[in-house]
């Protein structure tokens, strides 16, 4: 599924103009769409009383041809029409079978609130950022607690929720939360991050005649089970453990043993051939007994648990024979951590695939103007407070327009962006986008990261690029959360609990 920011939309409802595809074209699709849809669910609960809360807008319009075909399939049907939207849009309301049933004051709608089967909210397109107030505000404030009072009433979101940013997922307080959105063209990227995760409900898309050739300039989709089917890699019965790659993993300290312990065996149990730790050498002891099946790269230290002076050397000289580096996980951020990640990001061999995470992503943003002093191809997995940091902003910034940043990011660093987070978001330096639209508070733990890490580590070593391997790496993360998440319930899942989910998944995907 592909999905637009509402300048995207206004170019693509422009060029749909200049072909002779009218508005009231595109409007009449759209309104008989939501009404098949709406149909549908009123069928599955046995119901016929339909209230559509109509703007003034073009929404609101779509809204009322909605109502002009459920009257004319015999449902009942009430329209709130705050503004008389219904008597400017001779299109939208000229068919109705009961005109009486359009309304404009409060009172009215509490009434039909009652007995409603299902509520459409069509009261607030794209278009609408401002903060909700008046008539709008009270008609949202009302149905939400006609909601809360009948659960069984369904609310249809008409291409959006009213009061939610179709840009960044920002909502209004009074923002209807709804059962199901019918995105209209083409899906919003404000339904899938920040609030509109929570707000959307169950996201579809209706066809309204929008032609194929103006949607090929859309760059941004959702994460997909076919799409990560696609880029999984191939694995030959032929193969060596070199054919799936070597990856040395610089990680751990004396506080963050497990760190290197979980992105060592997340690149295993994703598919990677060999796994190399190289970690401050009074822990490899403890980390070896726990996976045997890895190499050491013991590092000389100059405290215990805490990598020395001498430890960049010893990695360089070992890191030709690999075709990937991650670099982070648990390092912490001690003065010998930041010269031993700055040393090795300095002379990197040519041609390794690079991840960097974790306490590495804070030592670089300490360096003013780190992306010039550090110009090779890199993915970067940032979570928000470490996104910040790299982005001389602030957590509440970088959540208030995730797509944005992680865009405007990765195209002025030149790196490919993981941004964490619920609605987790990767994009290329050439602008492509992928968003995965799930949140899942089980991967809200401590070491999910650092298993994410080993994953899209594992994924560069089997042959995929940084973009292919971050996506996926996501997806595949995302999914053994959810598995767990209905295994276990969202309570006292360890991130070592994701390890084991991963060969199941991966075959569960290939047969799909």
Request: aromatic share 4%; hydrophobic share 45%; glycine share 12%.
């Amino acid at each position: 599924m592909y999905i637009v920011s509402t300048t995207q939309m206004r170019q693509i409802e422009e060029a749909c103009l200049k072909q002779g595809i009218t508005t009231e074209t595109l409007m009449d699709n759209a309104g008989r769409a939501v009404a098949v849809f709406a149909r549908h669910l009123l069928e599955k609960q046995n119901g016929c009383r339909v209230v559509i809360l109509a703007g003034a807008g073009n929404n609101g319009g779509d809204g009322l041809v909605a109502g002009r075909y459920l009257a004319a399939w015999d449902k009942k049907v009430s329209i709130f029409a705050p503004f008389g939207g219904a008597s400017k849009n001779k299109t939208a309301s000229g068919g109705l079978k009961t005109p009486e049933n359009i309304f404009t004051d409060l009172t009215g709608l509490k009434e039909h609130l009652r007995e409603a089967d299902l509520v459409i909210d069509a009261l607030l397109g794209t278009g609408v950022n401002r903060p909700l107030e008046g008539v709008y505000r009270q008609a949202l404030q009302m149905t939400a607690d006609a909601k809360n009072t009948r659960p069984e009433m369904q609310i249809l979101a008409l291409d959006l929720p009213s009061g939610l940013n179709a840009d960044t997922g920002q909502a209004d307080e009074a923002c209807l939360k709804a059962d199901f959105t019918l995105s209209l063209g083409i899906a919003k990227q404000g339904l899938f991050t920040h609030r509109g995760l929570e707000l959307s409900g169950a996201v579809s898309v209706a066809d309204i005649g929008i032609p194929l050739g103006l949607t090929a300039d859309i760059h941004t989709r959702l994460i997909e089970k076919d799409w990560a089917k696609g880029v999984l890699p191939v694995r030959s019965p032929h193969a060596n453990k070199g054919s799936f790659g070597r990856v040395m993993i610089v990680a751990g300290s004396d506080r963050y043993i497990g760190a290197a312990m979980l992105a060592g065996s997340a690149a295993m149990r994703i598919g990677a051939g060999l796994v190399t730790l190289a970690l401050p050498q009074s822990l490899t002891g403890a980390v070896a007994a726990k996976i045997p099946e890895a190499t050491y790269l013991p590092l000389p230290e100059v405290s215990c648990g805490t990598a020395g002076s001498f430890a960049s050397r010893l990695i360089l000289s070992e890191l030709g024979k690999y075709d990937v580096l991650l670099i982070g996980p648990g390092l912490g951020q001690s003065p010998y951590s930041a010269r031993l990640v700055t040393e090795v990001l300095s002379n990197l061999p040519e041609g390794l695939k690079v991840v960097i995470d974790a306490d590495a992503l804070n030592i670089l943003a300490a360096i003013p103007r780190w992306w010039l002093e550090y110009s090779f191809d890199a993915i970067l997995t940032p979570h928000p407070g470490e996104m910040a940091r790299l982005a001389k902003t602030t957590a509440e910034a970088v959540q208030s327009d995730r797509f944005g940043i992680c865009r405007e990011s990765a195209r002025k660093w030149g790196k490919t962006i993981i941004l964490k987070g619920a609605g987790t978001i990767v994009s290329s330096p050439e602008g492509e986008t992928l968003c995965n639209p799930a949140a899942n508070p089980v991967l809200a733990s401590a070491g999910t990261g650092d298993v994410l890490a080993g994953i899209i580590s594992g994924l560069l070593g089997q042959g995929l690029n940084l973009f292919e391997a971050a996506g996926l790496g996501v997806y595949l993360h995302s999914l053994s959360g959810e598995t767990l998440r209905s295994e276990m319930g969202d309570v006292g899942v360890l991130a070592s609990d994701l390890l084991l989910k991963l060969p199941a998944i991966i075959k569960e995907l290939k047969q799909s």
